[in-house]
């Protein structure tokens, strides 16, 4: 009897705690921060001209303050912007300098940066813990091993089924599971993109619009049954699409009027759990450039003899490789002072940039770099000509058709890069262009809606009231 009194005793307890939490996440601010990877300002705020029906985000520009394009980081690819989003630092402060590690001998199996422990500076995750406030994530970039109380982080390696089992590994214990019974046991009433067939979360890297859809659900579910107030959510179907069928084709934009739907249901479940007090902030982490070419640098620079090959055909050594960028290429050194091979490179390059049909725009020096907040160790950045992109090849043509639709990875200077920012909640104004501003700007800003100090930033917040 005792026993039985006891857990009574406890389950009160429990329960008197759960409210307690709850009725004081009632009385803080809700900041959700939804990434849509790829997007275009253009596509907002131009969407009768391309055709767009894009009710919710539309909506949310009349309902707060809106970028007409956000100058992003060197380069524009989605693991340095979306760190930078989170940190309010360029690439050379917060260290995840391209999607991929440095790699020159191809062993890490294309690995990414998905570790938050190669963040060396603070994240809007972390203000947000050390202000005391309860955070989520849903798929966003950088996020394994982050300091977020409920977190479904990014990552996979093989391709096979074993990687679900991995992000459940590197996820808060037992969310994944917890969400997919929550499912199940409702009949998946939040989650109507899931079949009878597949009503788990998506492993590997699933990133098409309908793995969006069952992820939004989740972030839905995750919001009403752990009350987070600080959230951020990662959309990825629309660069997906993209990088197939390039910008503004007919599935791309099925794809973005598809995520619009998906942050209308976020966005009322944010009102709802925070009437009056939710602030809603969409991000893009870069633009999109059509591509036709390839232009296979590496086998330039093995025909020069700096890349060198074993009998197996496995990379044995190098004096100067490439750290691949999407729309341009990091040149790094094995030995920065090794003058005379930097010497090749540069006339290499020379030789190359001088003939249009190699499909070169510019070289950026190690100086132009710098100042752009670009990687501090690459020797240069070859920055690839509208309609081009990177290849792979270490044989065959120097240019070839491409193998994307479209890309980036350009430089932040270029207007097809830009992308946006949309924020609404109380107090935000309406129907309001901030006009054309640097990214690092966005992070300041949505600390400020927490109160959660983020002194590392480097520029100061913008003026959304």
């Known amino acids: 009897m005792q026993s039985a009194h006891r857990v009574c005793a406890l389950v009160l307890i429990g329960m008197s705690l759960t409210a307690c939490a709850q009725q004081h996440a009632a009385t803080q601010p809700l900041v959700l921060l939804i990434s849509i990877d790829g997007a275009k300002p253009e596509a907002i705020l131009q969407a009768e001209a391309h055709h767009l029906k894009v009710p919710n985000l539309r909506r949310m520009v009349a309902d707060g303050v809106y970028a007409e394009g956000v100058v992003g980081v060197l380069p524009t690819l989605t693991y340095p912007s979306h760190t930078t989003i989170v940190t309010g630092v360029s690439p050379a402060k917060h260290g995840i300098y391209s999607n991929t590690t440095f790699d020159p001998l191809n062993k890490n199996a294309q690995g990414w940066y998905w570790y938050t422990e190669d963040i060396k500076v603070p994240t809007l995750w972390e203000a947000a813990h050390a202000a005391g406030i309860t955070t989520a994530n849903v798929y966003w970039p950088v996020s394994v091993g982050a300091s977020i109380d409920y977190n479904l982080a990014q990552l996979w390696r093989s391709g096979m089924p074993d990687d679900l089992k991995l992000q459940r590994s590197v996820s808060t214990k037992g969310l994944i599971q917890e969400l997919e019974i929550h499912a199940r046991v409702s009949g998946a009433p939040n989650l109507a993109a899931?079949?009878?067939?597949?009503?788990?979360?998506?492993?590997?890297?699933?990133?098409?619009?309908?793995?969006?859809?069952?992820?939004?659900?989740?972030?839905?579910?995750?919001?009403?049954?752990?009350?987070?107030?600080?959230?951020?959510?990662?959309?990825t179907g629309l660069d997906t699409e993209q990088h197939k069928t390039g910008p503004f084709s007919p599935a791309a934009d099925a794809v973005l009027e598809r995520i619009?739907?998906?942050?209308?249901?976020?966005?009322?479940?944010?009102?709802?759990?925070?009437?009056?007090?939710?602030?809603?902030?969409?991000?893009?982490?870069?633009?999109?450039?059509?591509?036709?070419?390839?232009?296979?640098?590496?086998?330039?620079?093995?025909?020069?003899?700096?890349?060198?090959?074993?009998?197996?055909?496995?990379?044995?050594?190098?004096?100067?490789?490439?750290?691949?960028?999407?729309?341009s290429a990091a040149v790094i050194l094995n030995d920065p002072n090794d003058t005379a091979t930097r010497q090749r490179v540069e006339a290499l390059l020379s030789r190359l940039a001088s003939d249009?049909?190699?499909?070169?725009?510019?070289?950026?020096?190690?100086?132009?770099?710098?100042?752009?907040?670009?990687?501090?160790?690459?020797?240069?950045?070859?920055?690839?000509?509208?309609?081009?992109?990177?290849?792979?090849?270490?044989?065959?043509?120097?240019?070839?058709?491409?193998?994307?639709?479209?890309?980036?990875?350009?430089?932040?200077?270029?207007?097809?890069?830009?992308?946006?920012?949309?924020?609404?909640?109380?107090?935000?104004?309406?129907?309001?262009?901030?006009?054309?501003?640097?990214?690092?700007?966005?992070?300041?800003?949505?600390?400020?809606?927490?109160?959660?100090?983020l002194p590392t930033a480097e520029l100061p917040p913008l003026p959304i009231k």
């Open 194 to 235: 899931m079949d009878a067939a597949s009503d788990h979360y998506p492993g590997s890297e699933d990133e098409t619009v309908a793995d969006d859809e069952i992820r939004a659900r989740y972030a839905i579910d995750l919001l009403r049954s752990h009350h987070p107030r600080f959230m951020t959510v990662y959309f």
């Open 356 to 453: 249009p049909a190699n499909g070169i725009d510019r070289i950026l020096s190690a100086g132009e770099i710098a100042k752009a907040g670009g990687l501090p160790d690459a020797e240069s950045i070859v920055s690839m000509s509208p309609g081009y992109e990177l290849g792979y090849q270490f044989t065959g043509p120097l240019v070839t058709a491409g193998t994307s639709g479209g890309m980036h990875g350009y430089p932040p200077d270029r207007p097809d890069m830009r992308s946006t920012f949309i924020l609404t909640g109380p107090g935000i104004a309406h129907d309001r262009s901030l006009g054309i501003f640097d990214m690092r700007r966005i992070a300041p800003t949505l600390a400020g809606l927490m109160h959660a100090p």
């Open 260 to 327: 619009d739907a998906l942050v209308g249901e976020i966005r009322q479940a944010a009102d709802e759990e925070a009437p009056g007090n939710a602030f809603i902030c969409v991000v893009y982490d870069h633009g999109f450039a059509p591509v036709q070419y390839d232009v296979n640098l590496y086998k330039a620079f093995v025909e020069e003899h700096l890349i060198t090959f074993d009998a197996q055909s496995h990379i044995s050594s190098w004096n100067a490789t490439l750290w691949p960028m999407g729309g």
